[in-house]
């Protein structure tokens, strides 16, 4: 690698040329920055912002391999029943399908960051390289691209750069994206129904056709075609990662493991859903029948592995800089994600992922979560001092 950073040294253009922030941003993510800090009081670690992105790029991994693979089988399984899940045309069609959407993510966010970064006077931060793998995971896969690249700017632009930046952004800027798409366009972004392959037939001309997904199902028939356990693999139409909640709880152990991701939240998470879910499920029994009682019939586990609530609450909701920071706060930051998803999910059966709603509440909410945990424990300190 020393010969491409020769050749990177080589090109370097002057600090007020436009190009030094774009060349700027590409010798940073190819090496260690230069720069140390002069002043003030820090730490030295191991790690900076850019391994810290990096390895949820690796958790994120498995659910993007595995929704390649699924992409294609959905596609193909219309044509061919029987067909097998591991193939490489499954995994070929669903690159073709799955690559450009993270293309155009990459390119309208990060021109958009390092334009502000050079009129700001500033080293681009690698905050976007989560971003830009995030959203396209948790957009539908027959989005047009120019949806996406108007959500990723919509994002970029009022999820981040209007609050200074990486690390000051309140709000998680995927799920900005994801709710500027699904209040903007509706019809490409319903909860109801999802893609579930291309037409057979050529002649109707059309790019492909939707179901309803399992949770649609429920709210209409009051069951599903589709098994817990073939949600929990991943066999199911969906967005694109955030159909096996296997792959997605490979990439929660991993987060875990090196410490990037918040164990409590992922928990308080899945407790506060469960706990609401069993409420439902008590109170179900006296209700009259129809689609509100089915709902609140569905059994408690599906709830995590239907839809988006593990990957909401593995890689979203455990954001660093929108979630909750103190340890008790991430607790109830946590749990309240799970409250207010199944609440959401169930009291409006025509949109169940209420996860992006519950999570963006929170973020709002975070700051105060923080505030009254480490007030109560000042009024704490204060109450042994004086006894």
């Not at 309803?212 to 199902?217: E, H, I, K």
């Not at 025509?350 to 992006?356: H, V």
Request: no cysteine.
């Amino acid at each position: 690698m020393k010969f491409l950073h020769n050749f990177l040294e080589k090109i370097r253009p002057a600090e007020t040329s436009p190009m030094y922030t774009l060349h700027n941003a590409i010798e940073t993510f190819l090496f260690v920055p230069g720069h140390t800090t002069h002043s003030g009081a820090h730490v030295r670690d191991a790690i900076d912002l850019k391994r810290t992105m990096f390895t949820v790029i690796i958790a994120l991994l498995p659910a993007l391999v595995f929704g390649m693979f699924n992409a294609g089988y959905q596609h193909y399984r219309w044509l061919s029943p029987d067909l097998a899940f591991w193939t490489m045309d499954n995994l070929m069609y669903g690159a073709m399908r799955i690559m450009p959407m993270i293309a155009v993510t990459y390119i309208a966010g990060l021109s958009i960051e390092i334009y502000f970064a050079y009129i700001n006077k500033h080293a681009v931060n690698e905050g976007f390289l989560v971003s830009g793998m995030l959203i396209p995971l948790i957009m539908p896969i027959d989005i047009p691209l120019w949806m996406v690249a108007i959500s990723t700017a919509f994002a970029v632009l009022f999820g981040k750069e209007v609050f200074g930046g990486t690390g000051m952004n309140v709000l998680n800027p995927a799920l900005t994206a994801r709710a500027f798409a699904f209040f903007a366009y509706p019809t490409y972004m319903s909860g109801d129904k999802v893609w579930i392959g291309d037409s057979a037939d050529l002649a109707q001309k059309v790019d492909g056709f939707s179901g309803a997904t399992a949770l649609g199902q429920y709210a209409t028939t009051g069951t599903t075609s589709y098994s817990a356990w073939d949600a929990f693999l991943g066999f199911i139409p969906g967005s694109i990662g955030e159909t096996s909640a296997v792959a997605i709880l490979i990439g929660a152990a991993y987060l875990i493991y090196s410490g990037v991701g918040s164990w409590k939240i992922m928990l308080s998470g899945a407790l506060g859903a469960l706990t609401m879910a069993f409420i439902f499920n008590s109170v179900s029994g006296s209700m009259d029948p129809g689609p509100m009682k089915e709902y609140m019939s569905i059994p408690p586990h599906f709830h995590l592995v239907f839809g988006s609530a593990a990957f909401a609450l593995v890689f979203m909701a455990t954001d660093p800089v929108s979630a909750a920071h103190t340890e008790t706060g991430k607790w109830i930051y946590g749990f309240m994600i799970g409250i207010l998803g199944i609440l959401i999910r169930v009291f409006n059966p025509a949109y169940p992922e209420g996860w992006m709603l519950a999570i963006l509440l929170m973020n709002t909410l975070a700051p105060l979560v923080d505030y009254y945990v480490v007030d109560s424990n000042i009024q704490k300190r204060l109450k042994r001092a004086k006894a």
